[in-house]
């Protein structure tokens, strides 16, 4: 029996922009190791896999090399395809995960609001293999939360250039590494990139996730609620931020620029 599987782009508005997540919708729990084996094919940050759980999705993330605790380009992706495809009509998607519940509404103009805890940072000193990684850049902020370490360079102009060592980077026991600096163009607050060469990714093109701790982070900085952030990866990407306590609204688009099915 083949089973439907979608590629949509997510944090944009326009094909091949954002980052691509494949969303496989299933029947029921399927086997782990077939699901590892679908992300490793499609070789695509994150693969997502969901079906129906009472009243919820169960939602399970893949990169092409691990199963990952939370993603949220995935999410948006896999959203937008619940109801771009008519696969359901709920006007608020739950989602259970290895985070706790999750949850996605529609905006207005094809806006997806996601409902994520809050990762905020705790000031560290970066471990050796992570500055060695960096060529020299300096930070002038170092943070970790439970999943990723951050660091905040001076400048904007920085993060577009800066050209991590992946085989060095990959040594460092963390998810991944967020690079920021305060934006410099109008509009935007601030911008990042997020390398994780661990998980089997040198970089992740948007990574909702990574703005979990961004969000509060420039919030602190900037005293804001409500931030747009510019993932300046080669795709790029906007997410949009609104912190309300412990949780942070991520917004962003999404467009389908596959359909297809497994039949494996």
Known sequence: MSTRIYTADAFTHKPFGGNPAAICPLE??????????????????????????????RLRWFTPAVEVDLCGHATLAASHVLWSEGLTEAPVLSFETRSGR?????????????????KPLQLAPPPPELERSLGGVRAIYTGKNRMDWLLELPTAQQVRELQPDFR??????????????EG???????VSRFFA????????PVTGSA??????????????????GYQCS????????????DRVKLGGECVTVVRGELTA
């Open 184 to 190: 410099d163009e109008p509009g935007v607050d601030f």
């Open 168 to 181: 060095m980077l990959a040594r460092v026991k963390a998810r991944g590494l967020i690079v920021t600096a």
């Open 28 to 57: 029921g729990p399927a086997d782990e190791a077939w699901m590892q084996a679908v992300a490793a094919e499609m070789n695509l940050s994150e693969t997502a896999f969901l079906w129906q759980e009472d009243d919820a999705f």
């Open 197 to 204: 060469p661990a998980a089997g990714i040198d970089e992740d």
């Open 211 to 228: 703005h979990c701790a961004l969000g509060p982070f420039w919030g602190k900085r900037l005293n804001k609620t409500e931030l747009t």
């Open 102 to 118: 999750l949850t996605a509404e529609r905006g207005e103009g094809g806006m997806i609001w996601l409902d994520f805890p809050s």
């Open 234 to 245: 080669k795709r790029g990407g906007t997410v949009r931020i609104r912190l309300e306590g």
